[in-house]
């Protein structure tokens, strides 16, 4: 089995390097063709590998040994148990879809080779993050992610939109990583191993280890300290309030690289590694604490947001950061396999929901503004059928893939018991109604309604343009710039190389929320893998007695709050956007200052740029001013030559032009010779 492994992870490299080195020489079609295959064996390795798992074999081994400082090795290994496997599939299957779509959608860029090059780059990080049995080996695909992401963000580097989005994910998720390292830095010191195993086995032993911060009041619990730090790494990856900001902007990249980033790699890195984790985390009520307050505020104040946005890919973006908040919610009831349960489910309905934006994006020739369209549902009926099954599997719809694992957190996070969740229960369930609001918003007025494309009414167009070599740098590359419709023009269905994705990527969003819950919630799937002290957190004990079945589940949900809350949402959008179009612009006027507040984001950018951004340009300016010119310049550089000038002038006022001067100096000279060496002879 270990081939299978080797192949899962490594697969994907081979494409990589070959797409990315070799471009030229294989061409478009070469390019493609390997990187495809890679991810596709990668994805046959990984199944293979789950049917293994649930026969009930595990691996947990090292390669080889990268480096030995006095007793620590430092390992590169693997741990293939359920919850790898888990992500293991989920991450090649969509990746393998995205792969296959990108033949479409990219097919006119002139970065074509470098793309698929860095999609499966970014497969290979991911595969290796997942894969590891260990802090280091962990830490090293972590950064591989953000890396890969950074470059993907910023794909049209001519665009300064782009340049400035990857700059500010690199920078938002350093914050989050330094925190990581801190945690990774602490468990080290303490455990003196960076291996899951060990550490996981020691850590009952150490809950009652403290950690002092010096003059920085009392001590802190050691594991308390060290969960915290390390859920700071994923607040920045898993783009967690208040370290979310970079998220939104990511849409700056390409649409299949959206979809790849916000469904099952980047932004699953963090719920996976807390996860992983739950053996320490199941030691600190403060820090499931803490997870499950900012998970609380992300799900509910990040969906708001959406409600604002008219960009059709900022839009799927928000509810990207709203779930993500649910399974950290998820997270801090000590419901981790329930996290795992919606990444799983999530992944497959956020990939169909970016990718199908990618397709009316598409048909639209590059207008993203959901407000110059409607009426599509007729011009691209594939394209609204899947938009259709990926929405309702969002809001949660009985029976869809999202209503299981959305459901499945609402009432774990009802029985928990750690401080914080009567406010994230609430949370949740608010943000059901938001979710199912700005969802079918967005589908009413891209599918339904009257044809918009052709007055261009808001005379503007989308916040960002996809415009994969349509854009800024259409002239580099010999396009015409150009956005949206021409007159005459109608929209048109996408071709099969991209639809065909997006129907594959359906099915898995309807129904296997159904086919996996009884095994991944409440079977046997995550024995020994995920630790829960059932005792101090008995949410999932609770929530498993009231659980008969995924029959049972899905017709009980139409006596449940979540359902009619979900049924208001999708309600009042159909009202709002179909029935009185008005009525919208109505509650804007009256409701200004808070749309002006959620249209601004909470004004977290410009808090982030006048205090971080303006306060590091302000430290520099000083550091220049004190530091370079007055005490390099000004001291080191000027005042050295000053000194010398002066010392020189000094040196000439001896030079008189007089013999009997010198003389005088010579005999002066001569004297303090003699009076220096004399007593030195006679010693």
């Not at 002066?668 to 009076?675: C, E, I, K, S």
Request: proline share 4%.
């Amino acid at each position: 089995m270990k081939t299978a492994y080797l192949l899962a992870a490594f697969a994907p490299l081979v494409g990589a390097v070959i797409a990315g080195l070799f471009g030229r020489q294989v061409g478009r079609a070469g390019a493609h063709t390997v990187t495809i295959l890679g991810v596709a064996v990668s994805f046959a390795a990984s199944v293979w590998t789950l049917l293994d798992v649930l026969a009930g074999n595990t691996f947990n081994g090292t390669l080889y040994t990268w480096s030995v400082v006095g007793d620590i090795g430092f390992q590169v290994g693997f741990l293939v148990d359920s919850l790898t496997a888990t992500m293991m599939c989920v991450v090649t299957s969509v990746s393998l879809m995205v792969h296959v779509y990108t033949i479409g959608y990219m097919k006119d860029d002139p970065g074509y080779q470098r793309f698929f090059a860095y999609i499966s780059l970014f497969t290979f990080s991911m595969m290796m993050l997942v894969m590891a049995n260990n802090f280091l080996q962990l830490f090293f695909g972590w950064e591989a992610v953000g890396l890969v992401s950074y470059l993907l963000i910023g794909f049209w580097y001519t665009r300064p939109t782009a340049i400035v989005a990857n700059m500010k994910a690199f920078l938002v998720n350093r914050v989050g990583d330094f925190g990581f390292v801190l945690g990774i830095g602490l468990v080290l010191a303490h455990f003196g191993s960076l291996d899951y195993a060990r550490v996981f086995e020691a850590a009952p032993g150490l809950a009652d280890k403290t950690v002092g911060f010096g003059l920085w009041g009392p001590d802190w619990s050691l594991l308390t300290v060290a969960c915290i730090c390390l859920f700071i790494g994923a607040m920045g990856k898993s783009a967690q309030f208040p370290l979310h900001v970079w998220l939104p902007d990511s849409m700056e990249g390409p649409t299949p690289i959206s979809a790849l980033i916000h469904a099952a790699t980047m932004v699953t890195a963090g719920i996976f590694m807390v996860a992983r984790m739950s053996p320490l985390f199941e030691l600190s009520d403060t820090a499931l604490s803490f997870v499950i307050v900012i998970g609380a505020i992300t799900a509910l104040f990040m969906g708001f947001l959406g409600i604002v946005q008219n960009d059709i890919k900022r839009v799927v973006a928000y509810s990207t950061l709203s779930q993500l908040g649910y399974m950290t919610v998820a997270l801090g009831a000590s419901a981790y396999s329930v996290a795992i349960f919606h990444l799983m489910t999530h992944a497959f309905f956020k990939a169909l929901l970016f990718l199908a934006a990618g397709s009316v994006i598409i048909g639209m020739h590059h207008d993203q503004d959901i407000r110059n369209m409607g009426g599509l549902r007729k011009y691209m009926p594939i394209t609204w059928l899947v938009s259709l099954v990926g929405s309702l599997a969002l809001i949660g719809t009985p029976f869809f893939s999202g209503f299981y694992s959305k459901d499945s957190i609402i009432e774990a996070v009802k029985y928990a018991n750690v401080p914080g969740a009567g406010f994230a229960y609430f949370a949740v369930l608010a943000g059901v109604f938001v979710t199912a609001f700005y969802s079918f918003r967005m589908y009413f007025l891209v599918f339904h309604g009257k044809e918009r494309w052709g007055s261009h009414a808001h005379g503007h167009q989308a916040q960002a343009h996809d415009a994969h070599g349509h854009d800024d740098h259409a002239d580099d590359h010999g396009h015409d710039e150009h956005h949206g419709l021409a007159p005459g023009q109608k929209p048109h269905e996408s071709p099969l190389v991209v639809t065909l994705p997006l129907v594959l990527l359906a099915i898995p969003s309807a129904i296997i929320g159904a086919l996996t819950i009884g095994p991944m919630v409440f079977g046997d799937f995550f024995k020994g893998v995920i630790h829960i002290d059932a005792a101090r957190h008995p949410a999932m004990a609770e929530f498993a007695q009231h659980f008969h079945g995924w029959a049972a589940m899905g017709m009980h949900a139409f006596v449940t709050p979540a359902f009619w809350l979900a049924l208001a949402g999708v309600a009042f959008a159909y009202y709002c956007y179909l029935i009185n179009p008005a009525l919208p612009a109505s509650i804007k006027r009256s409701m200004s200052g808070v749309h002006a507040l959620l249209d601004n984001k909470y004004y977290l950018d410009r808090f982030n740029e006048v205090f971080f951004a303006g306060g590091a340009r302000l430290l520099g300016k000083g550091l220049w001013k004190g530091g370079d010119q007055a005490l390099i310049d000004g001291l080191a550089v000027n005042g050295s030559a000053r000194l010398v000038g002066w010392l020189a002038s000094v040196g000439r006022l001896v030079q008189t032009g007089y013999i009997y001067h010198y003389a005088i100096a010579m005999i002066v000279g001569v004297a303090a010779l003699l009076w220096w060496f004399v007593p030195l002879i006679k010693r």
